[in-house]
């Protein structure tokens, strides 16, 4: 059955890093000796040697590879993926915001570690990024696999807060033309080379881009999420314990005035 | 001008043409999600099988249509052919709104696509609640829909308070 | 009612000539037909304009967004547990594979494992999901192309596939049942016979579909050779699935992926077509609706005992980070992409659904086809709508 993958990941978590461990010493980012990942490691180093400086970020984790790359080498990412790492099957394309949330975080009252909205400000203007790191307030993401090899790899992009823009992948895979035109409508991302761009879920006049943080619900600001009773207490306890099945009846009832 | 228009019917004339409009009721079906299947179930599985209460699936189009069942989540971009097919419909005609979606929203309450009840658009005069209703739901709001159209005056036709299956 | 005027039967007249203009338009070229977005031969509300010459399609285009809800903002204002309430209703028919790799992401994400029975029984539910998807697929297909009889036998027979769903779960549709650690709670006495008895109804219905369907001269004609997808284009749209496995591409995530789920303990055969056509799409996901049934029973005699819900806290928070988690869903690849900040919901979730890249390969398969067949080319590629709109 899964003897392949099976294999791979057993040695992966068993930790064999001698087999390759002058290259793999010399690339992690992360200091500590983590177990090397031999599927995914080659594919790591190729794409290194392929772009030089244009890969800006990398991370190997639980059986996943992310590399960020320079949005001017966005494109040529991708064909290295295709050509040299044999990558024909094109999974998805979509972005990410990394703007904390003003108006949204403000609403979950229910949440006492929000984090504040920090304005932007500092080297990359204040936002908290995750793996493989990001400078600028979007990012722009897809993952293609190999179905030869069973490896899929996600590819990153910092992408320019005033004028997001990267280069069309549609010519190298066909697929991405739908999930470029969503990116566009709901990130507002602008894909050079692409097509047509335009709306492909929303109606032609709808306003704004949903998927950036600072897009409101608007229903949200009518009425308060009724979420709050899944993290009350139970009526009889002070806090925390019991289960949370039969707050709901109660913790409804005790808060509807309150909200 | 019939006698209809006129509204001078005889009180047993009107209900026998009561009891043959109930029992011959066109449903035209907007299986828009979830619930269409669970629509879809009442209209084609044999175990609840719609026909028996004299209700006929799979009319050529809304214009053969005295009933629509709208089944399913409506959005903004989906309303205005909600309401073009509605107004294609001859009179009288019903509407059933079946499911959360299409009574208020449901769980997109706080979606920015989502039209939060179809009743913004088309008048409503049976609301089945769930998510999805079972099958058995929406032939209890049928039921529930032919009790009233028997009771219906042909000159007037009764507008009061919508039905809600359950309540 | 009020006397009919001259004026109302004029603005009668014109408002039917405006709607006939809407469906068929004539044009200098060719005719544009337009179907949809409320069109019995497409489930639910995809509109297609496409664009003839004479019967030939010359240029299609699919208009989606009538169903779009909006899930990958709506999760970003939900706490983990409530985004499973809404990931359910995006495959409608098989929904607690929907739920499935979310909550393994946000699992991986934890760093928490379920325990081995809680594996089992998600890995049971899920291909009992894909009962409930594909019997109806393989009814609806008869439908689309005029045979009526096969679509009663399968919504008869998915009956009682989702009884058995109801039972464990306690919804029909929406079993809303997995939770992040394990289940929601155990299963009912007696379930495992009642699976059992079941599994052998479908098998029966598969070999009634085979009588009925595949036998068919009509349904032969009608779907070998049409629509044909060669595995290299497949795969650059993104295909997936029982649709890329039609063109003869190896490739099914629950075997080749190391997934805490219990397919490996299971023996069962990921079968491929080499032909690419809407036929074999259909047998496809007939050998499939029986390689399932096979799953489930093997799973539930296997079934291991003991707890159905590791230690978890009580308000749960996700750590930092981001996990990307798929699984061969009964429409194709369906993975979630979810970053987390450290917050009670996740900061970002990019569903990546199947049919969305499915049909994406329309403008480019419809090329050229007939009309006719472009119903059986829709019905093969087997979309539900809430997939592609999200």
Redesign the interface.
């Known amino acids: ?2 003897a ?3 294999a ?2 057993e040695a992966a978590a068993g930790g064999t890093p001698e087999a390759e461990s002058p290259a793999a010493q010399a690339t992690a980012t992360t200091e500590a000796p983590a177990p090397v990942d031999e599927r995914r490691q080659p594919w790591l180093e190729a794409l290194q040697a392929e772009l030089g400086e244009a890969l800006v970020g990398h991370e190997i984790a ?3 590879v ?1 590399v960020r790359v320079d949005s001017r080498a966005w494109r040529r990412a991708v064909v290295a993926c295709r050509d040299r790492l044999g990558c ?5 394309l ?1 972005g ?2 990394w703007k904390a ?1 003003v108006d ?1 975080a403000a ?2 009252v ?2 006492p ?3 504040p909205s920090a304005p932007a400000a500092g080297a990359n203007g204040g936002y ?1 990024t ?2 493989a790191g990001g400078d600028t307030r979007f990012q722009v ?1 897809a ?1 293609l696999f190999s ?1 030869s090899a ?1 490896v ?1 790899i ?1 590819l990153k992009a910092d992408l320019d807060e005033e004028d997001p823009r990267v280069e069309s992948i549609v010519s190298l ?3 991405a ?2 999930h470029e035109r969503e990116a566009w409508e ?1 990130l507002g991302f602008t894909f050079d080379g692409h097509p047509g761009l335009r ?5 032609g006049e709808f306003e704004g881009h ?2 950036r943080k600072d ?1 409101p ?4 600001d009518v009425k308060p ?1 009724p ?1 709050l009773v ?2 009350e207490a139970m009526p009889g306890e002070p806090e ?3 289960d ?1 099945e039969g707050a709901d009846a109660e913790g409804a009832g005790a808060e509807g005035g309150e909200g | 001008m019939g006698l209809v228009e006129s509204g001078h019917m005889p009180k047993p004339l009107t209900q026998l043409l009561n009891t043959a409009r109930k029992y011959s009721l066109w449903i035209y079906q907007w299986g828009l999600a979830c619930c269409g299947l669970e629509l879809g179930a009442a209209i084609g599985s044999p175990r609840y099988d719609i026909m028996r209460l004299g209700v006929i699936p799979f009319p050529s189009g809304a214009r053969q249509a005295d009933l629509v069942v709208i089944a399913g989540t409506v959005t ?2 989906m309303s205005p052919p909600i309401r073009r097919l509605y107004e294609q419909m001859p009179d009288p005609k019903y509407v059933i709104s079946m499911g959360s979606c299409s009574n208020c929203g449901g769980p997109y ?5 989502v039209t ?1 009840g179809v009743d913004q658009i088309i008048p409503v005069d049976v609301y089945v609640p769930g998510c999805p209703p079972r099958p058995e739901a929406l032939l209890e709001g049928i039921v529930l829909l032919q009790q009233r159209i028997q009771q219906e005056d042909m000159a007037s036709r009764w507008r009061g308070d919508p039905i809600v299956v359950g309540a | 009612m009020a006397v009919v005027t001259e004026f109302q039967k004029a603005a009668y007249v014109a408002g039917q000539a405006a709607d006939a203009r809407v469906n068929v338009e004539i044009e200098a070229e060719g005719m544009t037909l337009n179907i949809g977005p409320q069109h019995p031969a497409t489930h639910g509300t995809l509109r297609i304009v496409v664009r003839l010459d004479g019967e030939q399609v010359v240029w299609a285009e699919p208009v ?2 009538y169903m ?1 809800r ?1 899930y ?2 709506l999760t ?4 983990y ?2 985004v499973t309430t809404l990931v359910n209703r995006i495959d409608w028919l098989g929904s607690f594979a929907n739920e499935v790799p979310f909550i393994l992401a946000a699992e ?1 994400l934890m760093d928490v494992e379920a325990p081995p029975r809680a594996q089992w029984i998600r890995t049971a539910l899920f291909e009992l999901g894909r009962l409930a998807n594909i019997t109806l697929f393989l009814g609806d297909m008869g439908v689309q192309l005029g045979a009526l009889t096969p679509v009663f036998y399968a919504f008869r027979d998915r009956e009682h596939v989702l009884n058995l769903i109801e039972a464990a779960t306690g919804g029909r549709f929406h079993p809303n049942y997995d939770r992040i650690g394990g289940l929601k709670e155990d299963l009912p006495k007696g379930w495992v016979t009642e699976v059992k008895s079941a599994m052998s109804r479908i098998r029966t219905f598969c070999d009634e579909m085979e009588d009925l369907l595949v036998g068919n001269e009509i349904f032969e004609t009608r779907t070998r050779g049409i629509g044909l997808v060669p595995a ?2 497949g ?4 295909l ?1 699935g029982a649709n890329i496995r039609a063109s003869g ?1 190896d ?1 099914d995530i629950r ?4 997934s805490p789920l219990a ?2 303990h ?2 069962w055969k990921v079968w491929t077509h080499p032909d690419g056509d809407c036929f074999a799409r259909y047998w496809v996901r007939l050998q499939e609706v029986r390689e399932a049934t096979k799953i489930v029973e093997q799973l539930l005699d296997g079934l291991p005992s003991g707890p159905i819900q590791a230690k978890v806290p ?2 749960i928070k996700v750590p ?5 988690v ?1 699984t061969d869903n009964p429409l194709g ?1 369906m ?1 979630y ?1 979810v ?1 987390s ?5 996740p ?2 979730t ?1 569903i ?1 659904t199947p049919s ?2 499915n049909i ?2 329309l403008p ?1 398969l419809l090329r050229g086809v007939y009309v006719p067949d472009v119903i059986t080319i829709l019905a093969s590629l087997y979309f539900i709508l809430g997939d592609i ?1 999200r």
Do not use: N
């Not at chain 1, 024909?88 to 998805?92: E, G, L, W």
């Not at chain 3, 970003?76 to 706490?79: A, I, K, L, M, S």
């Open positions: 059955m899964a392949d993958a099976a791979g990941e639980g059986g996943d992310w024909d099957y094109f999974c998805f979509s990410l915001d949330d949204l609403e979950k229910w949440d570690e929000a984090q908290r995750g793996v993401f993952r179905t069973k899929g996600t895979y066909r697929g033309e739908w709901m709306h492909i879920y929303l109606p949903p998927l897009f619900l608007l229903s949200r999420w979420g899944d993290v925390g314990g019991g949370a | 903004d971009k309450w706080d979606s920015y696509s939060k | 989606c967004g779009h909006g990958e903002k970003e204002v939900r706490t547990p409530q991986k290299a284009v795969l650059e749209y993104g997936s591409v490739w075997r080749d992926e190391d397919w490996k299971c023996d009580r308000i930092a980070g981001e996990a990307w798929h690849e993975g992409y970053v900040k450290g917050g009670l919901g900061f970002r990019k990546r969305f890249s994406s390969i480019w709109d």
